[in-house]
């Protein structure tokens, strides 16, 4: 189905251990128009790729990201615990998953951490050279948002969202109206909602017609990914990259 931007959601996490430089290049070799990474501050101010504010769901020994200097968390094993084939995979550094990313391909950029990694990133990202339409900044925090849009001028920036249904009225919170209300106080490029029936034509077209992006996560069934290409979104995160391109391209 084409127009319908595939995002590695982790990298391709379903196949290989999230947010490692397998995940990334099984992504990239999967055909992905781009990654999605989680990243955190360490203690010594270095920005290493990792969903949990702690490592024991996925390197085994618990410890705090934020109070962890980075020789120490490079010392884990962040592969294993998805397979002996995956065995030494490392937590990456930013500037290790940016190595990845080929020419014309787009990086995610979650921050898990407060707004006092925006300095940091500014900074690893103009070391790069790169262009600024190569980078996309998402964070749930608002306050994160208003940051990286302000020290980033030039890098797109999403609001993240989740959403709940009343159990009484049916109504998803937040709407598209308190959604609108949020992109304008931060002043995103637009949000990436949890994928679920809230996100409607309705949805997408009060986006589109503000100037705003309409991005959604995570998305691992064919047929909800149809429907949400068929709505027009801008891109899907998934954990099955070269999987669900296929059957959106086989099954149209």
Do not use: Y
Not at 102 to 115: A, D, V
Not at 199 to 207: E, G, N, P, Q, Y
Not at 216 to 239: E, H, K, Q, Y
Request: hydrophobic fraction near 45%; proline fraction near 5%.
């Amino acid at each position: 189905m084409p127009g319908i931007e595939i995002i590695a959601h982790r990298g391709a996490s379903r196949e290989a251990p999230e947010n490692t430089l397998a995940a990334f290049r099984l992504a990239w070799e999967e055909g992905a128009d781009g990654i999605e990474g989680d990243f955190r501050l360490t203690r010594d101010g270095e920005i290493v790729c990792l969903h949990d504010a702690t490592t024991g769901r996925t390197a085994g020994i618990d410890l705090v990201v934020a109070d962890t200097a980075l020789a120490r968390l490079r010392e884990l094993d962040a592969g294993r615990w998805k397979g002996q084939a995956w065995a030494g995979e490392r937590i990456p550094t930013l500037e290790e998953v940016i190595t990845t990313v080929p020419p014309e391909k787009r990086l995610f950029i979650e921050l898990k951490s407060g707004p006092e990694i925006v300095i940091p990133l500014k900074e690893r990202l103009a070391a790069t050279g790169l262009p600024p339409e190569r980078f996309t900044i998402l964070s749930f925090r608002e306050e994160v948002v208003a940051a990286a849009r302000k020290q980033l001028p030039r890098v797109a920036v999403l609001w993240l969202t989740d959403f709940r249904k009343d159990r009484v009225s049916g109504e998803w919170s937040p709407n598209i109206d308190a959604i609108l209300r949020i992109l304008e106080r931060t002043d995103a490029h637009g949000v990436a909602a949890k994928a679920c029936s809230a996100i409607d034509t309705a949805f997408v077209r009060s986006l589109h017609a503000a100037a705003r992006k309409c991005h959604v996560w995570t998305v691992n069934d064919p047929r909800i990914a149809r429907r949400l290409a068929i709505l027009g979104i801008d891109s899907i995160f998934t954990d099955r990259p070269g999987w669900l391109r296929r059957m959106l391209e086989t099954h149209g």
